[in-house]
Structures are given as structure tokens and as C-alpha cells.
């Protein structure tokens, strides 16, 4: 079984379409399935920026 986190979509649509109240928030969604035979994934999937562009220290 693979997964793949999902994090394009508009939470809030998506919230209305599966009846959530408004003190839940999605955050994250990821589906579940068998990849298709030879599936490789994009030639940057593995490429990482340095920590000291995404994070700041206070």
C-alpha cells in the first residue's frame, strides 16, 4: 500500500463537503492506494532546501 500527503485543496470547501463543525480544521489530507507499476516520482522529490532558509531561531 502507498500514501501521498495532499496539501493543495481548500479546507474550507472541503470541511463544508464532509459536514464538519466549525471548531474542526483540516490540515492535511492523504490518500491510500497501490501505485501504478513503474511509477517513479518527480526528479525532485528527494531535493531538500538548507534549514537556514525555512527555519528561524528566536
Partial sequence: MDSCWVNFFNPSELAKELGLPDNEEI????????????????????????????????
Wanted: charged content about 30%; cysteine-free.
Fill in 27 to 58: 490540515l492535511m489530507i492523504m490518500d491510500l492506494g497501490y501505485k501504478e507499476d513503474g511509477f517513479k516520482p518527480l526528479p525532485n522529490h528527494e531535493d531538500r532546501k538548507p534549514l537556514s532558509e525555512t527555519v528561524t531561531y528566536m
